[in-house]
């Protein structure tokens, strides 16, 4: 089946500073990648998602990178604001319907 | 339009009682995804359903957990005689008919095992 890495675990910027989160995938016939922010107690909502024709997306101040050929995407948050302090996950799936498969998540936490 | 909903929000029982855990997928939407996720870990599937069929139970226990998403009313995750390592948060999501892939999350079931 599909493994998800995702790394840092933690991971701690000043207010301002880019954050960027990183993940791997081991199954190549993955084709969509999402990104979950999930604040303490809540639930995770989706923040950004790609598809496997996509290299990149942008949606203000986050924007996620795929590559295919290594497979690995990553998430980046320019101009971090306190708010922005949650934990992120990021999943692979293989089509439309099937199941979503998760990293082990990062905690961000952006220093005012 | 309102979106997944999940209740109770907060069940607490003990060993070896049963728990059912409820969820209303957003309107539209036929596929519903259970997930469990324990204290600071990540979310793991469960089972995947669509109206009164299982699609993928792989993530499931074999023994005292079962799941079902009748043609009508809510989907129901069912654990019977509870254990203290159920305690977890359990979440659903949805997806609509075909050819979407987002799946929405619902609050969450906290259910705490005494």
């Known amino acids: 089946g599909e493994n998800v890495e995702q790394h840092p675990s933690t991971l701690s910027v000043q207010e301002g500073d880019s954050a960027v989160i990183k993940c791997t995938y081991s199954d190549s016939a993955s084709n969509y990648f999402p990104w979950y922010k999930q604040e303490l107690g809540k639930r995770p909502q989706l923040i950004i998602d790609?598809?496997?024709?996509?290299g990149e997306k942008k949606d203000q101040r986050i924007a996620v990178t795929l590559n295919k050929t290594a497979k690995h995407f990553s998430l980046h948050i320019t101009e971090t604001q306190p708010e922005d302090s949650a934990v992120y996950f990021c999943?692979?799936?293989?089509?439309?319907?099937?199941?979503?498969?998760f990293g082990t998540g990062t905690r961000l936490a952006v220093r005012p | 339009n309102a979106g997944v909903m999940q209740n109770p929000r907060h069940l607490v029982r003990r060993r070896g009682q049963e728990a059912r855990l409820r969820c209303s997928p957003m309107?539209?939407?036929?596929?519903v995804y259970w997930y469990r996720q324990l204290p600071e870990e990540g979310l793991k599937f469960m089972v995947y359903l669509q109206k009164e069929n299982i699609i993928d139970e792989s993530g499931m226990p074999k023994e005292r957990f079962s799941a079902e998403f009748p043609k009508e009313g809510p989907s129901i995750l069912r654990i019977q005689q509870v254990v203290r390592g159920d305690s977890a948060a359990y979440f659903c999501?949805?997806?609509?008919?075909?050819?979407?892939?987002?799946?929405?999350f619902g609050p969450g079931t906290r259910l705490t095992v005494l």
């Open positions: 999501a949805s997806s609509p008919l075909a050819g979407v892939d987002t799946q929405y």
């Open positions: 309107k539209g939407h036929s596929h």
């Open positions: 999943a692979a799936r293989k089509s439309s319907g099937d199941k979503l498969t």
């Open positions: 790609i598809r496997s024709n996509v």
